[in-house]
């Protein structure tokens, strides 16, 4: 919040309120691999990765929701991913 308001954005972002712009992200906690869960902190920062993520917000708009992109057709990425790797190059140095 006191960064918002260094910036002049508490009345955009800054908390989790109704009406504000807020980035977040579920992990889900109850998987085996998570467990025992003595401290959810800890293990956020410690034994979590980026499989454990199960819903992303951006903006208050849902981009994954258990662990799959709604708005986006698997069609569709596997072609922009397609479209990417052609486009790289890869140069191996002599």
Partial sequence: M?????LGLSH???SITA?????????NLGSLE?????DPVSHLIYVAGRESVSHV??????CVDHKTL???????????IALWQNKL???QEP
Avoid at 2 to 6: E, K, M, Q, S, Y
Avoid at 57 to 62: I, L, Q, R, S, T
Wanted: overall charge negative.
């Fill in 2 to 6: 006191n960064g918002a308001a260094a």
């Fill in 12 to 14: 955009e972002i800054g």
């Fill in 19 to 27: 009406g504000k712009a807020a980035d977040l992200c579920a992990v």
């Fill in 34 to 38: 998570m467990k025992p869960c003595f």
């Fill in 57 to 62: 917000w951006v903006a208050g708009k849902c």
């Fill in 70 to 80: 709604p708005n986006l057709a698997q069609n569709d990425l596997d072609s922009a």
């Fill in 89 to 91: 190059e890869f140069r």
